[in-house]
């Protein structure tokens, strides 16, 4: 794994105002996996990422079969009655076809038998009367009714999921059904997560009035884990330059990249700001989206340090729009571009040129509907939406039943 650059989030001199696509199109090129691999049992791999490409070491189904219960034989039959005497045998799921069933004759066979020499259809047992040992049933049924071709899901040697691909609850079930035991993946990328801000104190502590409670590090680590990474709790400290420096240089040896929230802009308590700027390798990304603030974007002792805005819901959307396709490209996965839907809105609203803007937002009766208020200080909007309205840079009024983009938590990954 090549180890990122110290300069790799520096931006071109005299830019003010990033559009999110260009900033993403700079994470995109400027970030690489920095994690190692390992080998897990199929069914412990859930979540984690391919190293390698998974060839299938056979096929799927491995024989031809049959899809439902009922009587085999060879050939389809025209139209009109048709009687055809029945072999001693059974075939069950998992017997192996030695015999061949001689012409003329058919055999019991039970969903998901592998099809004996001399069939090559099947026909329902609800098609069919059984009487003297013969099956009679009423034609047409075509040659190769009811029945799976050998590997017509899946061939030997076939690639059935690639380098950087997350595995699901069904690729596990892909990768079982060809008999792959193990598979290299990713080490899980570790995410320390820092709250910073003298105001702040911890839920079950006594708040002077005018402090406020550490409402991010909670939301940081809950996003993280549902984006399939490990967080690591670095805690939270006060605008303390010196105390700052130490809590970084933990975060650094156990984590693989530092989330942290507040202290990113450039006033006077904006000590991640300071830190990294100090440390040589620090960009303040002003981004045109709303609601946002500057991302400080540094790399603190070899690791990647993104300093998220202290406002909740710009270090949400932040994390949602920034953070999670970062991580996955840190993580060795693919790029993730978020994956909205077009829906009629159930809201009027007008927005001017220059940013782009995130509306919380949730599905209710086919339309979309945005939180009462934009305020970036709601947290109970957080809490209220399903997802986001994501409106272009561009200047756009929005009528009720026009089509708007919403993305919904599980379309970033979270
Ligand atoms: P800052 O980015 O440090 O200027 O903080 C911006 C706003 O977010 C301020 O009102 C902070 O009090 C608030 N804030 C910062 N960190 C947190 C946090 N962990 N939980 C809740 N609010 C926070
Ligand atoms: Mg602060």
Wanted: proline share 8%; with cysteine.
């Amino acid at each position: 794994m090549p180890p990122l650059k110290n300069d790799c989030f520096a931006l071109p001199p005299g830019v003010h105002w990033t559009p999110v696509d260009e900033a993403l199109a700079d994470l995109r090129t400027r970030l690489s996996c920095v994690v190692g691999e390992e080998v897990l049992p199929v069914a412990d791999a859930l979540d984690r990422i391919l190293a390698t490409d998974i060839t299938a070491p056979r096929a799927h189904p491995p024989l031809p079969n049959t899809a439902v219960d009922g009587y085999g034989f060879l050939n389809g039959r025209g139209e009109g009655d048709h009687h055809i005497p029945l072999v001693a045998q059974h075939m069950p799921a998992g017997a192996t076809p030695d015999a061949s069933v001689p012409a003329g004759t058919a055999i019991r066979i039970l969903t998901g038998a592998a099809l004996p020499p001399g069939v090559d259809t099947v026909i329902l047992q609800e098609d069919v009367t059984v009487e003297d040992d013969a099956i009679h049933f009423t034609g047409p049924i075509k040659q190769g009714a009811n029945t799976r071709k050998a590997g017509e899901d899946v061939e030997a040697g076939d690639v059935i999921a690639q380098a950087g691909r997350r595995l699901t609850p069904a690729d596990l079930a892909l990768l079982s059904a060809v008999g792959v035991a193990e598979v290299r993946v990713r080490r899980s990328l570790r995410v320390g997560i820092l709250s910073t801000g003298d105001e702040l104190v911890q839920p079950g502590d006594d708040a002077g009035p005018g402090q406020i409670y550490d409402a991010n590090r909670p939301m940081l680590r809950g996003l993280i884990a549902r984006l399939g990474h490990v967080p690591v709790d670095l805690g939270h400290v006060v605008d303390d330059r010196e105390v700052l420096r130490a809590r970084l240089d933990q975060g650094a040896e156990q984590a693989d990249v530092i989330f942290t929230s507040g202290g990113a802009s450039a006033g006077d308590a904006d000590h991640v700001s300071a830190l990294l700027n100090e440390a040589g390798a620090m960009a303040l990304w002003r981004v045109a989206i709303k609601p946002g603030r500057p991302l400080a974007l540094g790399i603190w002792q070899g690791k990647p340090v993104f300093g998220l805005p202290g406002n909740p819901v710009a270090a949400m959307v932040c994390t949602l729009v920034f953070g999670a396709p970062a991580l996955s490209l840190l993580a060795g996965a693919d790029w993730k571009s978020p994956q909205g839907f077009m829906v009629p809105a159930g809201f009027a609203k007008t927005k001017k040129a220059g940013r782009r803007e995130f509306l919380r937002a949730r599905m209710r009766a086919g339309q979309v509907e945005v939180f009462a208020s934009e305020g970036s200080g709601r947290i109970s909007g957080l809490s209220w939406a399903e997802g986001l309205v994501e409106l272009p840079d561009e200047a756009m009024s929005v009528r009720q039943g026009d089509l708007v983009r919403f993305i919904p938590w599980a379309g970033f990954g979270a």
